[in-house]
């Protein structure tokens, strides 16, 4: 399977702030998609990143909040916007090649935020 | 939507023992199975999948159980190492672009 590298692996940021996530593929994929996973829980899928378009939001997670850009097959990026507290938390990026296939992770991102 | 806060429930094995893993799934509809390994500080990590015309898979070390009657998947780790120690996750997933569902998870504790 493709090799994600996402970046930054960690950060510590101050709340109110904002940090943008980045995720590379080393092959184009033809789907992207944002995990979020509290210590000790499992993946909670954010959006569905779509290339040249706007992302797919699942319930609970808004655009103004955590916007999503696609701009081609290899690469995607997941800012955290006005970050809170509560927003401490490991960010995944995933990619999948097309239906009934596995998906593919980055190392995360952890990020917490003071 | 966010799962309810509550610690991964934990398996406990014995190094050189079996080990049984079980995951319910929810979604009729699915077809496609996964089971991931996530070490600390790691993204998931795949390690066998089936689909739902199978019942059994099996790989190294590793065996997948499909029953879509009850909609339960197993994993069997046999000859369990320490480094085996790690949350493992089902997942579930159809042929249509969508993404995978993952499960709660479960803490896999190998015992020296």
């Known amino acids: 399977s493709a090799v994600i590298s996402q970046k930054p692996s960690r950060d510590i940021c101050q709340r109110g702030t904002s940090l943008t996530i980045q995720c590379q593929v080393d092959?184009?994929?033809?789907?992207m998609f944002w995990y979020r996973q509290q210590p000790g829980q499992s993946l909670t899928l954010i959006a569905t990143?779509?290339?040249?378009?706007?992302?797919?939001?699942e319930s609970g997670f808004v655009i103004d909040k955590f916007p999503i850009s696609r701009p081609n097959l290899t690469f995607s990026t997941l800012t955290v916007s006005n970050m809170s507290p509560e927003d401490s938390s490991i960010y995944l990026c995933?990619?999948?090649?097309?239906?009934?296939?596995?998906?593919?992770f980055g190392q995360g991102t952890r990020l917490t935020v003071v | 939507g966010e799962s309810v806060g509550l610690h991964l429930p934990t398996l406990s094995v014995q190094e050189g023992d079996n080990s049984i893993i079980n995951c319910a799934y929810s979604?009729?509809?699915?077809?496609?199975f996964i089971w991931y390994k996530q070490e600390s500080g790691k993204g998931p990590q795949f390690i066998i999948d089936?689909?739902?015309?199978?019942d059994k898979r099996q790989g190294q070390r590793v065996t997948v159980l499909l029953n879509k009657t009850v909609k339960h998947l197993s994993l069997q780790i046999a000859a369990t190492q320490p480094g085996d120690s790690a949350v493992y996750f089902c997942?579930?997933?159809?042929?249509?672009?969508?993404?995978?569902?993952f499960g709660k998870g479960t803490r896999l504790s190998v015992i020296a």
């Open positions: 092959s184009q994929v033809t789907m």
């Open positions: 990143a779509n290339q040249g378009s706007e992302a797919t939001y």
């Open positions: 997942a579930e997933n159809n042929r249509g672009n969508t993404p995978l569902v």
């Open positions: 995933s990619g999948k090649q097309g239906g009934g296939a596995e998906a593919f």
């Open positions: 979604n009729s509809a699915s077809d496609y």
């Open positions: 089936i689909r739902s015309n199978m």
